[in-house]
């Protein structure tokens, strides 16, 4: 049987741990093309380079552990996908996989997620597509831990095959000790980010800003991603591109706005 | 009665036609503030400003039709409204309007619009929100016929309420000689943009690409936003932020992850 093609992308860039775990987990599944950011990139939601140039090079980060082919590219995750479907790979990838990511992309995060928007891309492109996040921000972080979890859903994303209009964001609780108890089929939670900046002064006398934020959990649902994580399991969020409010046409349809 | 507090931005920057005439607009229906890019940020996506400084300053770009209050930030559109809501504003503003966009928003340009972004992250904070787009790329865009249709939109969402959890997405015809039909509530089209890299050699002999691409519309659906634009009218998407195809969880729950 011929090996499924994946196409590999990250948003904290092409040297970052938690893709090189990744490219290790899926050598084992597949054959293995990555494309992904010559420098970080997270908070860039769905960004995409329009007015300005892109470049993109074959290079190799690890001989051994790294991939067979590997390029590194200027632009956004979204870019990267775009990039690889079109001019890197020769045939179109049975599945794209993004991450894994530092940090979590539970709840509204999936919003700015750069990594979500990688698996967004290939998902509008009729592609099925994964994005996957250790809730560890660190550079550090402990990723054999996912491997059990992540080689599990690709595979059977491979065998079922994901809803049309849908992709996957997986998210994997940190776990000092402890594996995680299993994987729970989630929604979103409602949550938001209560902003605070940090005002300081440049030293040639200019004030400028940090954005900083604290997490505000929103939602006591139990079916939610947090609270999945907040429990142990790794958290599977379908999500789609379709952002169309369906329910409420009719709500704004009574504003009678052509009267 | 208190006149409604209406904080502005958009995604083409501060002194784009489309801000501009978007002020204009807004000036006779409450108190504006506006805070927007210093410069264009078509294609951010939900892009936010992390690991990066971001500057503000109060500016004046036209001390009669301009708003009393204006800044300019160095960030995205959704940075704009995070520094606004946060430092800027002494008050909650009433709604958050953002445009009026160079380009169509409609369909699946919604996930990398910033004119979008700037609305949805007014959302996520729980304050009404409206993005506006005109179909028309040009910077001498002519956005006199929007008018009415802005107006009669923003004062229908101040008076009704938006649904929780949604934005609008508005998009309005170029219509070089008449003014739209009317308006119609729609769902977003199935869409997507087929892709080609223009492949170029640098001066210094560095390969390099431009992105373009085609629209290509995927449904016949005429409850659509494409619909409706092609038939002269403007279209409203009432536009969501939680991203679960909840419709899709009993299916990957039959995948047996846990078995």
Same mark, same amino acid.
Request: net charge negative; charged share 35%.
């Given at each position: 049987m011929k090996k499924p093609l994946i196409l590999l992308t990250n948003d904290d860039g092409i040297t970052a741990p938690g893709l090189r775990s990744l490219i290790a987990f899926m050598k084992e599944i597949g054959e293995v093309v990555v494309v992904a950011p010559d420098s970080p990139q997270s908070g860039m939601g769905h960004a995409i380079t329009i007015d300005n140039t892109l470049y993109s090079k074959r290079v190799i980060?690890?001989?051994?552990?790294? !991939?067979?082919i590997e390029y590194s590219c200027s632009g956004t995750p979204a870019d990267c996908v775009k990039l690889g479907l079109q001019e890197i790979l020769d045939r179109r990838p049975d599945i794209v996989v993004s991450g894994i990511n530092h940090g979590s992309n539970a709840s509204i995060n999936v919003i700015y997620s750069g990594t979500m928007s990688a698996a967004i891309e290939a998902g509008i492109e009729g592609i099925p597509a994964i994005g996957f996040s250790l809730c560890d921000y660190g550079w550090d972080a402990d990723f054999s831990k996912c491997k059990e979890f992540v080689q599990k859903i690709v595979i059977q994303a491979l065998n079922y095959g994901i809803p049309k209009g849908t992709v996957l964001n997986v998210n994997i609780p940190k776990a000092a000790q402890q594996i995680p108890k299993g994987i729970k089929v989630c929604r979103q939670a409602k949550a938001n980010w209560k902003e605070k900046f940090d005002k300081r002064i440049s030293p040639t006398g200019k004030e400028y800003y940090w954005l900083t934020g604290k997490f505000e959990l929103l939602d006591k649902g139990e079916d939610t991603d947090q609270f999945a994580l907040s429990q142990g399991y790794v958290s599977v969020v379908p999500t789609q591109?379709?952002?169309? !409010? *369906? *329910?409420t046409i009719q709500t704004i349809n009574n504003w009678n706005l052509n009267e």
């Open positions: 980060i690890d001989k051994e552990k790294g !991939a067979p591109f379709d952002l169309t !409010a *369906h *329910h």
